[in-house]
């Protein structure tokens, strides 16, 4: 990303026009700042900066496929992705998905050190059996593929899942995240975030949306408050949408990130489907 901003244009006039819209919400730090940082003194690990980061990348690598020609023909973000894509896809404005990006993280950073996020080796079926035992502590917070599961809650509960999966010789692997996302923790910030974020102007967009939240396509016009509320608590159905996704035609993809963390959960999707074509591209290593 450091390497884009030097040198690319593009990239890096998106960037800043990025920066500028965050500046209005907050002087404590600034996005170009923290993205600089060397590691030593980065607080790239911290919510309220990661997110606008991750934001910012995105917005940043999308204006560089498209001056190069590349214009996606559909779009889709997992979680934290989905500003982006909303942005991208001409849901929402640059101002309001800053804001999304803004309030979103700097709600979920209240909530941190109040659990742990765990990655499992399972299917939907056997994991929502396994969590039975843990209901209101773990929930899923991601179903990334057939087999590539993320559940989420109290430290207790997934120390205990862990130490069951791994005597079973199942994968388990704890995400390196501060936030419990996507689980029963997030109910605390909602009525904030809904409030914060009802003056949004959602429009139908130029280039289909594809809802992790719902799984399918979605009209740009309801992507409001109650939305992102919905974003931030409910389960990621990325498998769902990369589903719909393959099921209306679209079989090249490019993700838009620094490292292509959801490549081989989309190749998983598509081997389920027995499909032998699909092109699966990285933007940054």
């Excluded at 590539?148 to 899942?161: M, N, P, R």
């Excluded at 069951?164 to 010789?169: A, F, H, M, S």
């Excluded at 594809?210 to 109650?226: A, H, L, M, P, W």
């Amino acid at each position: 990303g450091r390497e884009l901003f030097e040198t690319e244009p593009v990239f890096r006039d998106a960037v800043i026009e990025c920066d500028a819209l965050f500046k209005e919400h907050t002087q404590e730090w600034s996005l170009i700042d923290e993205l600089q940082k060397d590691e030593q003194n980065s607080l790239i690990n911290k919510t309220r900066i990661a997110q606008p980061a991750i934001f910012a990348l995105q917005v940043g690598l999308n204006a560089l496929w498209a001056s190069k020609g590349i214009v996606p023909d559909a779009i889709a973000g997992h979680s934290v992705g989905e500003v982006a894509a909303c942005y991208a896809s001409g849901v929402l404005s640059l101002k309001d998905a800053v804001a999304v990006s803004f309030h979103r993280s700097r709600l979920q950073q209240t909530t941190a050190g109040m659990g742990k996020m765990l990655a499992v080796g399972l299917s939907v079926e056997d994991t929502e059996d396994m969590l039975s035992l843990y209901e209101g502590k773990v929930s899923i917070a991601a179903v990334n593929s057939p087999t590539s599961i993320t559940i989420a809650g109290e430290s207790e509960a997934l120390e205990d899942i862990a130490s069951v999966l791994e005597e079973e010789n199942i994968f388990a692997r704890f995400l390196k995240v501060e936030v419990p996302y996507h689980s029963p923790v997030m109910d605390t910030i909602l009525p904030e975030l809904k409030t914060t974020l009802n003056s949004l102007t959602p429009e139908k967009g130029k280039i289909p949306f594809y809802s992790t939240v719902t799984g399918d396509i979605f009209e740009g016009e309801k992507v409001d408050g109650d939305y992102w509320c919905n974003n931030v608590r409910n389960q990621v159905s990325f498998k769902k949408a990369i589903d719909a996704l393959d099921r209306d035609g679209h079989n090249i993809f490019i993700e838009i990130g620094a490292h292509p963390v959801l490549a081989m959960s989309i190749k998983e999707c598509l081997d389920e489907k027995g499909r032998r074509y699909g092109v699966i591209l990285p933007s940054l290593r």
